[in-house]
């Protein structure tokens, strides 16, 4: 599209930021330049060592000898970083805001009740025989006790793997046995929308398979009845009532591992991402407080879950080592109706919101209203990750949500990446809608042509790759260290290469055109996914949009496009004419989108991600070989579309 509204920093904003415009040019440089000094002020400045690193970054990008280390031989525990240092200074803070399903309920806790949990816990997992470097499982709804359980672990060494809880047993065994995990930390039931999940119940299921686990702890939720394994399980209650609220922080190697983390799924088998401590700690506390212009004292709300990086990085750790006050919420955003986020936001004043464009698209059908019947006076700063967002949305977002107050910080980032890699920072980045901007600190982006596997200078679109680490970088791959090098090392030498496609433009700002595997090739033109989709929900009577190719004699690949229209709109041949011409005009005659199928809903991840490569074999009527579904949020979805697959 060839237009793209600017909008500046506000002065408000500007006026009180850590870092502004000039500072953001001047550390940015610095941190390309000479970026041991850099980092190893950042990693002073943000992190409590127990001993001083030895060396700041050592790596190598070559796939037969691949290694990322930061901070060698430097000594540090994140619980302590998270907790303990805090005490002295602001133990009574509230640390952790609950926010139920029922809006009724909601508790508190101070960073000294956070820290005297952490430390019972820990002595739980410890009095259970876990040790420094065993795998601990948690599949917890969100409640305060999956940040107690991430931070138990943390305090003695134990790597966790947290499974999301929509999560089926199937996906629960899998990814036990991939980690060998032998503790589970579970609850009876969550509840999610006024219904209840049964955790413990899927939990059993997969353990029938996962003989190595001798441990499963139990948190109390609902209180709904459940089976007991005697000797292996144990109520979380029950085990903390005897437990001492003293426990030391375990001096931890910046590179022991902390957690492993499977990705959401969207492109195949899911990856267990491994990430460590030092670098990870420095690198999230450090993205906390700069993307979203943390200021003390702001009450600070991620609306992801725990079981997705989001949750890891930005409601547990990189809060909370900035001495924030993090917003855990248990529920969904159209419950009890579709006005509970920004209801939410004015009971707890909430400063700085961050959610995903799939929120952001299902709240918008709802319309103005149940936003504008809030105050929403208290926020400053609007954030959102996971996916491409479409310009369209993102205005309605400023507008609407942020009463065009509010910077939205549309940050681009991975599981493998462990923090914001492109990003605005509120007080320094002029912003333009749909474009996650310019690099964080130390970031080094570049594009590749696919084709030619060349560096692009300047305006260009290629794959994304990174020249070199930052220290929130992933690993390896638990277990399988040779597809960390082929997933991310094998295709582009010598780079990181993200999988995602980008657009850089003339002023050097970034705009993530979708996953390189979706990328169309029509008559030999490139066209992103996120652009055509982002054309298609112009439309005022368009939902949401899905976009992929198909074999097309002619032009290689088809343009197909599967639409969600708008509540109360009917399907029209006169409507697939207007958003045909209105793709055309947006983006170019190339961009003729030849097949229209209407979809009532599209098949996404569990984490709200639409599954492009489903959708393409769909279109391809490849439909016996769809590929890893298990991570899809509803599986009927696909069986629905495939019925009422377009004819071609
Ligand atoms: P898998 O790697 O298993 O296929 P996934 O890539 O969906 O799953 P995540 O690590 O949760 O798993 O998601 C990272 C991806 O999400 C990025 O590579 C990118 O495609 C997309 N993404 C995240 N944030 C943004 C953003 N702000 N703009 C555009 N795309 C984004
Ligand atoms: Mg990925």
């Not at 579970?186 to 999940?197: A, L, M, N």
């Not at 409601?315 to 419950?335: C, D, K, T």
């Not at 019947?373 to 700063?381: G, V, Y």
């Not at 209407?598 to 098949?603: I, K």
Request: glycine share 8%; net charge negative; proline share 6%.
């Amino acid at each position: 599209m060839s237009e793209h509204k600017t909008y500046p920093v506000p002065e408000t904003i500007a006026a009180k930021a850590h870092i502004t415009q000039d500072l953001y040019a001047t550390m940015y440089r610095r941190s390309v330049d000479d970026p041991e000094g850099f980092w190893a002020e950042q990693a002073e400045r943000f992190v409590t060592w127990f001993k001083k690193w030895d060396k700041v970054m050592d790596y190598s990008y070559q796939a037969d000898d691949l290694y990322v280390r930061w901070f060698d031989g430097g000594k540090l525990n994140i619980a302590y970083n998270c907790l303990d240092r805090h005490l002295d200074s602001r133990g009574d803070q509230v640390a952790i805001i609950w926010e139920g399903d029922n809006p009724e309920e909601d508790r508190k806790l101070t960073y000294r009740e956070l820290h005297a949990e952490v430390c019972k816990l820990a002595n739980v997992l410890k009095s259970r025989g876990v040790n420094k470097g065993d795998r601990v499982c948690i599949y917890l709804p969100m409640i305060p006790e999956a940040a107690v359980a991430m931070l138990a672990c943390a305090r003695i060494g134990a790597v966790h793997s947290i499974v999301f809880g929509g999560f089926s047993p199937d996906s629960l065994r899998d990814r036990i046995l991939d980690s060998d995990c032998q503790t589970l930390i579970t609850s009876d039931e969550s509840v999610r929308g006024g219904r209840h999940v049964p955790l413990k119940k899927n939990a059993d299921t997969a353990l029938t398979e996962c003989p190595n686990v001798n441990t499963v702890v139990v948190v109390q939720r609902t209180g709904g009845s459940i089976e007991w394994t005697e000797g292996r399980d144990i109520w979380y209650h029950e085990a903390m009532a005897n437990a001492a609220t003293d426990c030391p922080a375990e001096e931890m190697d910046a590179e022991d591992p902390l957690f492993i983390l499977y990705t959401s799924g969207s492109t195949g088998k899911p990856k267990g991402v491994l990430h460590t401590t030092g670098g990870y700690l420095v690198f999230a506390a450090m993205t906390h407080k700069y993307a979203f212009d943390y200021q003390d004292g702001e009450v600070y709300w991620c609306t992801a879950d725990v079981g997705w990086v989001t949750g890891h990085t930005y409601i547990v750790y990189g809060p909370l080592a900035n001495g924030a006050s993090s917003l855990m919420f248990e529920g969904i955003p159209n419950y009890p109706d579709v006005s509970r986020f920004w209801q939410v936001i004015d009971k707890h004043q909430v400063s700085i919101f961050y959610t995903a464009p799939t929120a952001i698209r299902a709240l918008m059908r709802a319309g103005e209203e149940p936003v504008k019947k809030t105050s929403r006076a208290s926020l400053r700063i609007l954030g959102t990750v996971g996916e491409p967002i479409n310009p369209e949305a993102w205005e309605w977002y400023y507008k609407v949500v942020g009463d065009g107050r509010c910077p939205v910080v549309d940050t681009w980032w991975q599981t493998e990446t462990g923090g914001h890699l492109i990003t605005p920072l509120p007080g320094a980045t002029a912003l333009k809608p749909g474009s996650a901007t310019l690099p964080f600190f130390g970031v080094v982006p570049a594009l590749v042509d696919p084709a030619e596997g060349t560096l692009i200078e300047g305006p260009g679109e290629g794959a994304l790759v990174l020249m070199r680490p930052w220290p929130g970088q992933m690993r390896t791959v638990y277990g399988d260290h040779a597809r960390f090098v082929e997933t991310y090392f094998r295709q582009y030498p010598g780079y990181y290469f993200t999988g995602d496609g980008a657009r850089r433009d003339e002023d050097g700002y970034y705009w993530i055109t979708g996953r390189i595997d979706d990328v169309l090739n029509v008559s030999g033109h490139r066209l992103g996914t996120a652009e055509i989709e982002s054309a298609l929900v112009l439309h005022p009577h368009v939902a949401e949009a899905a976009v992929v190719g198909y074999p097309h004699d002619i032009k290689g690949q088809g343009i197909y496009a599967y639409i969600t229209p708008m509540a109360g709109i009917e399907p029209s041949d006169a409507l697939k004419k207007d958003l045909v011409a209105l793709v055309r005009g947006e983006i170019g005659p190339i961009a003729t989108v030849d097949i229209i199928q209407w979809a009532p809903s599209l098949p996404k991840t569990r984490s709200g991600k639409i599954m492009r490569r489903i959708l393409r074999k769909i279109a391809a009527n490849e439909i016996d070989t769809l590929g890893d579904t298990s991570t899809l949020a509803d599986p009927t979805v696909v069986n629905d579309l495939i019925d009422k697959r377009a004819n071609q």
